[in-house]
């Protein structure tokens, strides 16, 4: 099977939790859509355990981002002094940042800004449409607007191409009031029968703030969830 989740925020119990009630195993398949560390204590652990899992792909959210234009701004400033450098990457991480390796720092400079495939993009926060409300080329667009982008949860931005877009970023309850996936199918009045009956689905449940983390399956196009205790 194949999943989409975004936006774990360092809940390494969480992603535990739902890897073991997906009953996830070497056949499966995961894409990450940023945003794993920061806000929750485990930021480190997590983005370790992520980068150990051959079968699960992370892109870059805007918190890694933010922590990778950090560590370019100590570079500037240390460039002969990695061992100062590593600390304070460290200390960036209050709860659990004294896990945090070198290896660790090139897997997260090495997180792709979107993964696309046959039937689906994967960003972060969203892509910016043109007039005819296409999606731009991803080619065109930049990492910070993919990243940081606020207009693509709106329900109304409905882009036209076949693919179907999978986001996080923004907190699904902002939407609708509820921690849950939101899903924008092309046709409401028929059942969907694949993920190209889709225009986009809003994936970030709000792990960290409500206690909520869902994935949803490409295959099977049902969510699922887990919570805390």
């Given at each position: 099977?194949?999943?989409?989740?975004?936006?774990?925020?360092?809940?390494?119990?969480?992603?535990?939790?739902?890897?073991?009630?997906?009953?996830?195993?070497?056949?499966?398949?995961?894409?990450?859509?940023?945003?794993?560390?920061?806000?929750?204590?485990?930021?480190?652990?997590?983005?370790?355990?992520?980068?150990?899992?051959?079968?699960v792909r992370c892109i870059v959210g805007n918190h890694e981002y933010a922590f990778l234009q950090y560590y370019h701004s100590l570079l500037e400033t240390s460039p002969n002094d990695f061992d100062?450098?590593?600390?304070?990457?460290?200390?960036?991480?209050?709860?659990?940042?004294?896990?945090?390796?070198?290896?660790?720092?090139?897997?997260?400079?090495?997180?792709?800004?979107?993964?696309?495939?046959?039937?689906?993009?994967?960003?972060?926060?969203?892509?910016?449409?043109?007039?005819?409300?296409?999606?731009?080329?991803?080619?065109?667009?930049?990492?910070?607007?993919?990243?940081?982008?606020?207009?693509?949860?709106?329900?109304?931005?409905?882009?036209?191409?076949?693919?179907c877009v999978f986001f996080g970023h923004t907190q699904t309850d902002c939407i609708c009031g509820e921690s849950?996936?939101?899903?924008?199918?092309?046709?409401?009045?028929?059942?969907?029968?694949?993920?190209?009956?889709?225009?986009?689905?809003?994936?970030?449940?709000?792990?960290?703030?409500?206690?909520?983390?869902?994935?949803?399956?490409?295959?099977?196009?049902?969510?699922?969830?887990?919570?805390?205790?």
């Open positions: 099977m194949r999943y989409v989740v975004s936006d774990i925020h360092g809940e390494y119990t969480l992603f535990k939790r739902l890897l073991q009630k997906l009953d996830f195993s070497d056949r499966d398949e995961m894409i990450v859509c940023g945003d794993i560390i920061d806000k929750g204590e485990s930021s480190v652990a997590l983005a370790q355990y992520i980068s150990s899992l051959p079968n100062a450098v590593l600390k304070q990457l460290q200390a960036y991480f209050p709860e659990d940042g004294h896990l945090l390796d070198w290896d660790l720092v090139d897997y997260l400079e090495g997180l792709p800004a979107y993964i696309e495939e046959a039937d689906l993009i994967c960003v972060h926060a969203g892509i910016p449409l043109d007039a005819s409300r296409r999606l731009l080329p991803l080619s065109e667009v930049s990492v910070e607007q993919l990243v940081n982008d606020r207009k693509f949860k709106d329900p109304a931005v409905l882009p036209k191409d076949e693919k849950k996936i939101l899903g924008y199918r092309r046709n409401s009045r028929v059942p969907a029968a694949s993920i190209r009956d889709y225009f986009k689905i809003h994936l970030d449940t709000g792990s960290w703030s409500n206690g909520v983390l869902g994935c949803f399956c490409i295959d099977t196009l049902k969510a699922v969830y887990v919570k805390k205790d």
